[in-house]
T-cell receptor, first 113, second 117 residues
Framework: GQQLNQSPQSMFIQEGEDVSMNCTSS?????WLWYKQDPGEGPVLLIA?????ELTSNGRLTAQFGITRKDSFLNISASIPSDVGIYFCAGQYSGGGADGLTFGKGTHLIIQP | GAVVSQHPSWVICKSGTSVKIECRSLDFQATTMFWYRQFPKQSLMLMATSNEGSKATYEQGVEKDKFLINHASLTLSTLTVTSAHPEDSSFYICSALTSGSYTDTQYFGPGTRLTVL
């Protein structure tokens, strides 16, 4: 199946810095989702986007659904140690949610002390 | 709300044996559940869609006779890896679909680590 192009693959930042990551696709998705996965655990939903152009925030996290429906970005402001982990974007073709998700390859966020 | 559990959390088995993994939605009913597989340092790949009361739908390249899925109730789906081999060693994660007033959302279980010796 298709995979999403997620970048960067990894990020090494200082605590307090802002973070930005994005995903692109060659085809249209009707739903974009961002998940965080800690080692040995399942992904946890951070933000869900359902409309093209939608900008949604969840605390220090902000994500946008691209107008073309082929991309999305996630920003994290003022990073803290617990932000460490792997962030995945995921796209879904159906707006109703009955399809499985197509995941990006992940962005590994590492915060240096 | 929207809690999904998996059992077991990890399992080690000998090559050739079968292993059953359970996925339960604890506080909601899910007519649709999904099974994903994740190899080390890689992304999640959809294996199959599990529908309550009907046959599962498998993604291309996933052997339906090897990965048996049974969605017996609105809160339980099981994945059985039959005649497991070392190459089946992976992290298996399920998700359950919850319906909202606006749209549906998938919530993931904590995963099951399978190691085949």
């Amino acid at each position: 199946g298709q995979q999403l192009n997620q970048s960067p693959q990894s990020m090494f930042i200082q605590e307090g810095e802002d973070v930005s990551m994005n995903c692109t696709s060659s085809s249209i998705f009707n739903t974009w989702l961002w998940y965080k996965q800690d080692p040995g655990e399942g992904p946890v939903l951070l933000i869900a986007l359902y409309k093209a152009g939608e900008l949604t925030s969840n605390g220090r996290l902000t994500a946008q659904f691209g107008i073309t429906r082929k991309d999305s970005f996630l920003n994290i402001s003022a990073s803290i140690p617990s932000d460490v982990g792997i962030y995945f974007c995921a796209g879904q073709y159906s707006g109703g949610g009955a399809d499985g998700l197509t995941f990006g390859k992940g962005t590994h966020l590492i915060i240096q002390p | 709300g929207a809690v999904v559990s998996q059992h077991p959390s990890w399992v080690i088995c000998k090559s050739g044996t079968s292993v059953k993994i359970e996925c339960r939605s604890l506080d909601f009913q899910a007519t649709t559940m999904f099974w994903y597989r994740q190899f080390p340092k890689q992304s999640l790949m959809l294996m199959a869609t599990s529908n309550e009361g009907s046959k599962a739908t498998y993604e291309q390249g996933v052997e339906k006779d090897k990965f048996l899925i049974n969605h017996a109730s609105l809160t339980l789906s099981t994945l059985t890896v039959t005649s497991a081999h070392p190459e089946d060693s992976s992290f298996y994660i399920c998700s359950a679909l919850t319906s909202g007033s606006y749209t549906d959302t998938q919530y993931f279980g904590p995963g099951t680590r399978l190691t085949v010796l």
